[in-house]
């Protein structure tokens, strides 16, 4: 069960790691998220798998190896029977179920905690790494891109831009409405994004032409990776879902709305947002988010509920997960002038109208196979409030009421030069605080 709660999660374990301690680090010892990095200078050993603690990164290939050396340790390590600690994320997700991942977990922190032996403190320090010191590279190579559309109040604010007598379309709590994205184009955060040209008809009297998109837009989502997959024509029971979710992260889905308005009908987005995705570099493990679960978004009395196959007790009870979300912008006159970025927005993913487990199994229902690495993301994460909206094509309401910043620019869309950085963090009551870290990336003029 992804949601148990276990001592991991107990909030006054510390670690030795004392970065780990800060009370406002995204990384204490209950997180502990999967990443892939190279090391800067020195000699690169290629891509490795490693584990965020504080301000440090663990070489978990490394200490793996480390730990089984030592006759002391190698028990511990034999608890976890997991022998294959390989350097490719992909391939010790594909191998472990839930159990395991809650093994390595504990392995993990008996391996971090404050209370650990000197001995056991000694190896590890061998292989932690100072953030600095790393390049942190996309964690898993991504076979396929999924996006849905699962936030209600982002579909009806859009809806209501395009079609005002119906906002939301007659399926939209039925069917967890979706389409196949791009995943050649995910970068990880920090990356560059340049401004996509492409057929813009803002003047309907005359043809389109083909320019450096105008109205080019972020959206806030949550992205959620596919550890273990399914065969081709093997449905997944919606009370398995999560045993198939190995992990979250912050996804942005760039997207260009001048293009995307001329090109989407009749079959949906395709050169609007395919030219890049971003993605934070760190995966929350679902152990970890065991205690933000929530219950599944409360439908309206007149809502229908979901289909047989999307219905299940504890997804309804736990399936819905308390994610704050925030984006911020940092203009490149803001950069210059010392400014720090401004927040535009926060919103929480318990607002999505369907949880990570339908989508999924609504994904597989028709026996489409999912495969390890596979993302899958919530689209733009948007709530009820003004201030929760997950996107310039809403917070600006489609450009007609630009935002202020504090260097006294306007936004309705991004500009060249400005940087776009979401974050995602967890807080409740009786728990320590984790976080994602951070999903930027910097727009940068179309050749
Ligand atoms: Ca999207």
Redesign the pocket.
């Known amino acids: 069960m992804t949601y148990q709660i276990n001592q991991t999660h107990d909030p006054n374990l510390k670690s030795w790691v004392e970065s780990a301690n800060d009370p406002n680090t995204d990384f204490p010892i209950q997180n502990l998220p999967f990443c892939m990095f190279r090391l800067i200078g020195g000699k690169d050993e290629g891509e490795q798998i490693g584990v965020r603690i504080g301000n440090l990164i663990l070489n978990v290939e490394g200490v793996s190896k480390g730990v089984q050396a030592e006759p002391p340790l190698a028990l511990a390590w034999d608890n976890v029977k997991v022998s294959y600690f390989v350097t490719d994320l992909g391939l010790l997700l594909n191998a472990t179920g839930n159990e395991d991942r809650q093994r390595i977990r504990q392995f993990l922190v008996s391996l971090l905690r404050q209370d650990t032996s000197d001995n056991v403190r000694q190896i590890v320090s061998e292989y932690l790494i100072p953030i600095s010191e790393t390049n942190l590279t996309s964690p898993f190579e991504v076979g396929d891109y999924t996006?849905f559309?699962c936030s209600i109040f982002h579909a009806t604010n859009v809806g209501s831009m395009f079609r005002p007598d119906q906002p939301l379309m007659p399926n939209y709590k039925y069917v967890p409405i979706g389409y196949h994205g791009r995943a050649s184009s995910i970068v990880v955060s920090g990356t560059d994004i340049k401004r996509p040209r492409g057929q813009n008809r803002s003047d309907a009297e005359k043809p389109p032409v083909f320019i450096p998109a105008k109205n080019l837009d972020y959206?806030m989502?949550l992205g959620f990776f596919v550890g273990k997959g399914n065969e081709l024509g093997q449905p997944i029971n919606i009370k398995d879902a999560e045993e198939h979710i190995f992990g979250m992260c912050l996804v942005n889905?760039w997207?260009a709305r001048d293009i995307q308005a001329w090109e989407y009908q009749p079959l949906g987005p395709f050169l609007a947002?395919n030219f890049a995705t971003t993605i934070s570099p760190f995966v929350v493990t679902m152990e970890a988010l065991a205690p933000f679960r929530t219950p599944a978004f409360e439908r309206d009395p007149d809502d229908p509920q979901p289909l047989d196959y999307l219905s299940d007790e504890n997804n309804k009870k736990f399936g819905g997960l308390d994610i704050n979300l925030e984006v911020y912008i940092q203009t490149e006159k803001m950069r210059n002038e010392n400014i720090e970025p401004f927040r535009i927005s926060r919103s929480n993913t318990k607002d999505l109208y369907w949880t990570v487990g339908q989508m999924l199994t609504h994904h597989a229902s028709n026996g489409c196979n999912l495969q390890t690495g596979d993302l899958i993301?919530s689209?733009?994460v948007s709530g009820p409030d003004k201030s929760e909206r997950g996107c310039l094509l809403e917070m600006t309401w489609r450009g007609t009421e630009p935002i202020e910043l504090p260097s006294g620019e306007t936004r309705r869309f991004l500009e060249d030069g400005d940087e776009v950085i979401m974050k995602g963090y967890c807080e409740r009551e009786g728990f320590r605080r984790i976080g994602f870290g951070e999903c930027r990336g910097r727009i940068i003029p179309a050749e």
């Open positions: 996006d559309y959206e989502e889905d997207s947002k993301a689209g733009t």
